[in-house]
Structure formats: structure tokens, C-alpha cells
T-cell receptor
Framework: DTEVTQTPKHLVMGMTNKKSLKCEQH?????MYWYKQKAKKPPELMFV???????INESVPSRFSPECPNSSLLNLHLHALQPEDSALYLC?????????????FGPGTRLLVL | GESVGLHLPTLSVQEGDNSIINCAYS??????FIWYKQESGKGPQFIID?????DKRQGQRVTVLLNKTVKHLSLQIAATQPGDSAVYFC????????????FGQGTILTVHP
């Protein structure tokens, strides 16, 4: 298995809803990432997990709550989002947190907040 | 602040031509660079990478050149095909922060048959 999977592919939620995005990889990668990508813009890093521990939080609002239950799974819990949070949310992974090598991206979850 | 940017936002070529996409970066501590291709509705796909101890690296139909003196990175695609049409991003990782990729603004490459 050489891919990063993300579910759901699309999500529509109201500002009072609570939802979660899921990311999974079975490549044995020990670093996992969440990015946010607005239309016609580059991905922007949100969170980095190294060995299942949060190592970087790019000053993301608390309405986004990441979770790494195990080395294969990464969740992003969403609560009380704003319409401006509508974007493509990308998950990525790479084998070794401390080694410079490429990150492998999933297809993303397209989120619309109404 | 520090950033990675692109000189040209769009590039239009004919099938069979060679394409060159450029990227400027400002963080002198950057020591690892990646080119990604992103097709509509998909996540970024790895194309090629280069470390700062190299000036050039070649892959299948692609070459990345790194000029550290002027902080410039380029991606050359040989014999461009319609399937190469996508947005291309350069990304860099600095020596002080593992895992923190900073992306350039992207270039839209359109290949005409």
C-alpha cells in the first residue's frame, strides 16, 4: 500500500456542527501532516505529527483539533468553523520525521462551511 | 517574511516543446527543495527533489536546477505532453525546521496539442 487516503472526499457543514476528517497511511511513515489549501493558492501547513506526537502547530485556531491515535491514522476534528475555513484539507506523510525527504499527499477533503 | 515564490504564474506551451518553470526563494537556510505537480481535484504529486549540496538532478523527462548564489530553482520538462498540464509548486524545507514545507505560489502549465 503506497498511498495516503482521506475521508470524506467532500464535506458540507454548518457553523454549529462538529465533524472530523480522517487520514490513513499504511506505509509505516512516522511523520504526518495537515495542510489547508484555498482555491488557486499553495498548501499551507497547519500541523505536524512526529512519532504520533504533535511537533508543530502553525498557530491554527482552536476550532481545529488534530489527533493522532496511532502511527497510521491522523484525524482533524472540526468545531464551530467559519465560512472562511472552506478549503481543501490535505494530509501528507513521510517516512522519517528527522530526514529530509518528500512528503506524500492524499487527495484531500473539500470542505464547505455554510 | 521568508517565502518561496515563482516568476511566472502561467505558462502555455505546445506539445513536444520543452517547458521551464522557475522559482525564487529567500530563505538562505533552505537546504531541501521539492517540485510537486497538482492536477485539478487531486493532492500534490511528487516530481523530483534536490538537496542544497547539488546543482542539478535529473529524472524521467524532468530536470531540476538549483542556483544557491541567486536563490533560484527551476524545473525543466522535456517533450511536454498534454498530461503535464497542471499547477506546479516548488517547496522548500529549511535547515532549522524539519517537516515544515513552505510552498511557492504555483505556476499553471497548459500544454496545447
Amino acid at each position: 500500500d503506497t498511498e495516503v487516503t482521506q475521508t470524506p472526499k467532500h464535506l458540507v457543514m454548518g457553523m454549529t456542527n462538529k465533524k472530523s476528517l480522517k487520514c490513513e497511511q499504511h506505509m509505516g511513515h512516522r511523520a504526518m501532516y495537515w495542510y489547508k489549501q484555498k482555491a488557486k493558492k499553495p498548501p499551507e501547513l497547519m500541523f505536524v505529527y512526529s512519532y504520533e506526537k504533535l511537533s508543530i502547530n502553525e498557530s491554527v485556531p482552536s476550532r481545529f483539533s488534530p489527533e493522532c491515535p496511532n502511527s497510521s491514522l491522523l484525524n482533524l476534528h472540526l468545531h464551530a468553523l467559519q465560512p472562511e475555513d472552506s478549503a481543501l484539507y490535505l494530509c501528507a506523510s513521510r517516512p522519517n520525521p528527522g530526514v529530509r525527504e518528500t512528503q506524500y499527499f492524499g487527495p484531500g477533503t473539500r470542505l464547505l462551511v455554510l | 517574511g521568508e517565502s518561496v515564490g515563482l516568476h511566472l504564474p502561467t505558462l502555455s506551451v505546445q506539445e513536444g516543446d520543452n517547458s521551464i518553470i522557475n522559482c525564487a526563494y529567500s530563505n538562505s537556510a533552505s537546504d531541501y527543495f521539492i517540485w510537486y505537480k497538482q492536477e485539478s481535484g487531486k493532492g500534490p504529486q511528487f516530481i523530483i527533489d534536490i538537496r542544497s549540496n547539488m546543482d542539478k538532478r535529473q529524472g524521467q523527462r524532468v530536470t531540476v536546477l538549483l542556483n544557491k548564489t541567486v536563490k533560484h530553482l527551476s524545473l525543466q520538462i522535456a517533450a511536454t505532453q498534454p498530461g503535464d498540464s497542471a499547477v506546479y509548486f516548488c517547496a522548500e524545507e529549511s535547515g532549522t525546521s524539519y517537516g515544515k514545507l513552505t510552498f511557492g505560489q504555483g505556476t499553471i502549465l497548459t500544454v496545447h496539442p
